[in-house]
């Protein structure tokens, strides 16, 4: 279960940092079931980019999947080629809940050094190499199969084997090149975008092979469906959406993700680009200059209690703190008492799942104390079917704050010039002019 604690944003509790909840709530009643009511609408519209709303129903997909990896039993590493949306997801969920004897490696950057420390530990017999890219035309990801697709064929005679594919059913280069090599593909549903994608096989084909429950993942993420369909009161990734619309109003540009979970070490980074890269925009849906959207910022409790807390609690007054704790642990342990630090009794026969939520708790009253906004997300243990409903809700968040913005939350302009101009460095056929361009400014 997915509880929301809102206490520490109320205004009774932090003074005019806070809001009237039930009266802001109602206030908004009409604008939030007129954004809900816009979502569903549109999500039949592959153009709209909403496909991540029905991913979870999709039983016969994950069905192929777990096909893949029962047949594919041999590999003892799985190297995953993909930035950003293509890589983030799996690797937050596989660190929460990854258990099998498959090892995950994840290549999301170009840095050679470790790339190739990585080709120096593989044995290319026993790895598969998962290629993810809707478009196929992903430089860092390209750059990185071809270096791994040669180390494959000269190690290899069956190389094929060894590469599974995940893009765009019909379109861009990887889905022809799949079907000429033979090479195993899977979809990427064109009406889903990468940082939306980790219920479909961007996310669940590398997640079948860390034996990570995908059926509760899906269900999970389904009951985040039936939420965004409830009434307003009942209506979770609604009411957080509003949360961040009221404090963004308020001044409060900076949105920190502080789960208190050593196992959810990833996901602030797979928020951080879910949350920054469909918000921060420039113009709204009519054209209109807006530069919207808040900067999201990535936390771990109990680790940075000690490194930004105390810029949290007593720096500027810019932030709203979403601190994420579990209910239960899976597994305990127990301090034990030790004969000469008495002074440390306090913690003796206590455990340690205790002094984590006593932290956790602790923090989020001492933010309230100073007056800095914070609400809590509570999962009642940490699994497939609760993570599943986190991730689910945190992108309907997303799609409710967009529709609050008058925002389009599903594309990123803003990254774009950044890789024309990459291919212009690089020579791509097509660029010269724009690589003229750039030695003109005084970059080569």
């Keep these: 279960m997915l509880r929301l604690n809102l206490t520490n944003i109320l205004s009774e509790r932090i003074g005019e940092q806070g809001v009237d909840w039930p009266g802001a709530l109602a206030a908004h009643t009409q604008s939030l079931e007129a954004a809900r009511a816009a979502l569903w609408q549109r999500k039949s519209d592959p153009a709209e980019f909403l496909g991540w709303i029905d991913v979870p129903e999709d039983t016969e997909t994950l069905r192929q999947v777990l096909r893949y990896r029962q047949a594919n039993a041999w590999v003892q590493d799985l190297v995953v080629l993909g930035i950003g949306g293509s890589a983030l997801g799996a690797q937050a969920v596989s660190a929460a809940l990854g258990k099998g004897p498959v090892r995950l490696h994840f290549v999301d950057n170009v840095e050679p050094e470790p790339i190739l420390a990585l080709?120096?530990?593989?044995?290319?017999?026993?790895?598969?190499?998962?290629?993810?890219?809707?478009?196929?035309?992903?430089?860092?990801?390209?750059?990185?199969?071809?270096?791994?697709?040669?180390?494959?064929?000269?190690?290899?005679?069956?190389?094929?084997?060894?590469?599974?594919?995940?893009t765009d059913p019909a379109k861009g280069i990887l889905r022809p090149y799949a079907q000429a090599e033979g090479l195993t593909a899977f979809e990427v549903p064109p009406s889903v975008g990468g940082r939306f994608s980790v219920t479909c096989p961007v996310g669940t084909l590398p997640l079948a092979f860390a034996e990570v429950d995908l059926e509760g993942l899906l269900a999970g993420a389904r009951k985040s469906n039936e939420q965004a369909r409830a009434a307003l009161e009942h209506n979770l990734p609604a009411q957080t959406a509003l949360i961040h619309h009221l404090f963004s109003r308020k001044g409060k540009n900076i949105v920190v993700f502080m789960p208190y979970s050593t196992r959810l070490r990833y996901l602030p980074d797979w928020f951080v680009q879910l949350h920054d890269e469909s918000l921060g925009k420039m113009r709204d849906?009519?054209?209109?200059?807006?530069?919207?959207?808040?900067?999201?910022v990535r936390a771990i409790g109990t680790t940075d209690q000690h490194a930004q807390v105390q810029l949290f609690r007593e720096g500027p007054h810019d932030k709203l703190i979403n601190i994420v704790r579990l209910l239960n642990p899976s597994e305990n342990l127990e301090i034990p008492a030790v004969k000469g630090l008495e002074a440390l009794d306090y913690l003796f026969g206590k455990s340690?799942?205790?002094?984590?939520?006593?932290?956790?708790?602790?923090?989020?009253?001492?933010?309230?104390?100073?007056?800095?906004?914070?609400?809590?997300?509570?999962?009642?243990?940490?699994?497939?079917?609760?993570?599943?409903?986190?991730?689910?809700?945190?992108?309907?968040?997303?799609?409710?704050?967009?529709?609050?913005?008058?925002?389009?939350?599903?594309?990123?302009?803003?990254?774009?010039?950044?890789?024309?101009y990459t291919y212009a460095l690089m020579g791509r056929k097509g660029y010269e002019p724009l690589a003229q361009e750039l030695r003109a400014e005084g970059v080569e």
């Design 285 to 296: 849906r009519t054209g209109q200059e807006v530069r919207t959207g808040t900067t999201a």
């Design 352 to 420: 340690f799942f205790e002094l984590l939520d006593a932290e956790a708790k602790a923090t989020a009253h001492a933010l309230a104390k100073a007056k800095q906004p914070n609400y809590t997300l509570t999962l009642e243990k940490l699994d497939a079917y609760n993570l599943g409903w986190l991730l689910q809700h945190l992108m309907w968040q997303t799609a409710f704050l967009g529709e609050l913005w008058n925002i389009n939350a599903f594309d990123q302009p803003g990254v774009e010039l950044g890789k024309e």
């Design 119 to 166: 080709l120096r530990t593989l044995d290319p017999h026993k790895t598969l190499v998962n290629v993810i890219s809707k478009s196929g035309s992903t430089a860092e990801t390209m750059a990185a199969f071809l270096v791994f697709r040669q180390w494959l064929e000269l190690g290899l005679t069956d190389w094929k084997k060894h590469v599974v594919v995940t």
